[in-house]
């Protein structure tokens, strides 16, 4: 596992598997989310596997397949919801974790200044750089 804290509470990981468990809960996790759709993944990494085995270690694990299409507001608000309704830090997981970082910073545009956004992605190894006019567009969006 590549497990990558954006903030205390929020990291993200490349593609998890049933067998990383007890690791991830051993590492403080409370909740896990699936970012991954899927179609994308083998049967041996579908969700409901994942889930199975998040869940006999005590873990919330909740499933928010995102793609470039599905990256809509609400999902990005009910992935919001679900890190601040989780009772401990939370670890969102896709194919390289990128599309889940991507998911945090499109959240906290207008929350924080895009440049602290685009640095605390890039401090966990993710160039979110072609983002930015997304991040300021929904910052404006946000103060109107």
Same mark, same amino acid.
Not at 26 to 47: K, L, Q, Y
Not at 63 to 84: F, G, K, Y
Not at 90 to 109: F, I, K, M, N, P
């Given at each position: /596992?590549?497990?990558?804290?954006? @903030? *205390?509470? #929020? ?11 007890? &690791? ?5 996790? @409370? !909740?896990?989310? $699936?970012?991954r ?10 969700? *409901?596997?994942?889930? !199975? &085995? /998040? ?7 909740e499933?928010?397949?995102? !793609?470039?299409?599905? /990256? !809509?507001?609400?999902?990005? %608000? ?5 890190? *601040? ?5 939370? +670890?969102? #997981? $896709? %194919? ?14 207008? %929350? ?8 605390? &992605?890039?401090? &966990?190894? #993710? ?7 997304? +991040? ?6 946000a103060?109107?």
């Amino acid at each position: /596992m590549d497990i990558r804290p954006i @903030t *205390e509470r #929020y990291s993200v990981s490349p593609q998890i598997s049933a067998g990383d468990a007890a &690791a991830i809960k051993s590492a403080g996790f @409370t !909740t896990v989310i $699936c970012n991954r759709p899927d179609e994308e993944v083998p049967p041996s990494h579908h969700a *409901e596997i994942i889930r !199975t &085995a /998040m869940e006999a270690a005590g873990l919330r694990f909740e499933v928010l397949p995102i !793609t470039h299409q599905t /990256m !809509t507001p609400d999902r990005i %608000a009910r992935q919001s919801a679900i890190v *601040e309704d989780s009772d401990g830090p939370v +670890l969102a #997981y $896709c %194919a390289s974790g990128t599309r889940s970082s991507v998911v945090w910073a499109l959240s906290e545009a207008g %929350a924080m200044p895009t440049d602290a956004i685009l640095d605390t &992605a890039r401090r &966990a190894g #993710y160039d979110l750089s072609g983002l930015r006019p997304a +991040l300021e567009a929904t910052a404006a969006h946000a103060r109107s």
